[in-house]
């Protein structure tokens, strides 16, 4: 018999804009890729797909689908800035160090634009 899951009854939602990013690390498009789902990995998301596109003449957006929700990067290179954003229904910090990580590899402490939420999802 399967067992049954129950999600936390608080979600957390995470998007922010972080500027000073240096140029190649925006363009360089797949290396986003692998080290968006290499953080996930390490944070113990269950990626269940990831897509991405590129934009002319420049930007990049990764999505994950994650079994826990999403996460997503937005590059806007002639800016140096991106757009992050996650959502985690793990729990209410669930999606703190996932940021972090992110934030770190970007290079950058220059933030924005910062909304952290906690998503109830029972009443």
Known sequence: MEKSYQSSPLGQEISCVIGNIKKEILLNTEALILELKKILEQEGFKILDIASHKFTPQGFTVFALLGESHATIHTYPEYSSCYFSIY??????????????????LGSEKIIFLNKNLIPVKK
């Open 88 to 105: 985690s229904c793990r729990g209410p910090t669930d999606a703190e160090k996932t940021f972090e990580k992110i934030k770190n590899y």
